[in-house]
T-cell receptor, first 114, second 111 residues
């Protein structure tokens, strides 16, 4: 399977704990995006990378959130001191560098903060 | 970013065509119309996109009006597996190409 992969698929944690999610994009896709989706809502943009550079961050990305893409391949999204309001589906997408940059999404990581 | 308006829900019979409308009356000349769908608990799936001309691929057809203020996604022979939330998105060709999702249309395909 050469699609976008995310790990883990599900995560349950207690409030105050740190969590880290991983996204592996489609190979040769130089752009990588993170979105968050709460129940009943459409996905919301969080941040994106072009190669290893983080070029835009949404206001939704509080200082407890940090994302990295150290070698321009996989990316990690870390949430520190989780809160119940962080419970959501975290989606990763990647796009190729040509044409209209169509984004392809992974299956998501569902986070539940107790 | 141009705003889109979609009906919150629709239904159609299995085997019939599903026609999903989208209004984007404030669309700009350099903005594309994208359609994604999301089956329950999965990531969004790309369907099709277009700028001015009608487009067709193996999944669907996209009809864009001449003034580009609205479009229709057509699933020619809907199956039960097409039951999903369908999102119409207008994407600006700026530096980020980020997607701004609305609430979408929940399509129910009836047996």
């Amino acid at each position: 399977d050469t699609g976008v992969s995310q790990d883990p698929r599900h995560k349950i944690t207690k409030r105050g704990q740190n969590v880290t999610f991983r996204c592996d994009p489609i190979s040769e896709h130089n752009r990588l995006y993170w979105y968050r989706q709460t129940l009943g809502q459409g996905p919301e943009f969080l941040t994106y990378f072009q190669n290893e550079a983080q070029l835009e961050k949404s206001r939704l990305l509080s200082d407890r959130f940090s994302a990295e893409r150290p070698k321009g391949s996989f990316s990690t999204l870390e949430i520190q001191r989780t809160e119940q309001g962080d419970s959501a589906m975290y989606l990763c997408a990647s796009s190729d560098p040509t044409g209209t940059k169509t984004q392809y999404f992974g299956p998501g990581t569902r986070l539940l903060v107790l | 970013d141009a705003k889109t308006t979609q009906p919150p829900s629709m239904d159609c019979a299995e085997g019939r065509a599903a026609n999903l409308p989208c209004n984007h009356s404030t669309i700009s000349g350099n903005e594309y119309v994208y359609w994604y769908r999301q089956i329950h608990s999965q990531g969004p799936q790309y369907i099709i996109h277009g700028l001015k001309n009608n487009e067709t691929n193996e999944m669907a057809s996209l009809i864009i009006t001449e003034d580009r203020k609205s479009s229709t996604l057509i699933l020619p022979h809907a199956t039960l597996r097409d039951t999903a939330v369908y999102y119409c998105i207008v994407m600006r060709m700026d530096s980020s190409y980020k997607l701004i999702f609305g609430s979408g249309t929940r399509l129910l395909v009836r047996p």
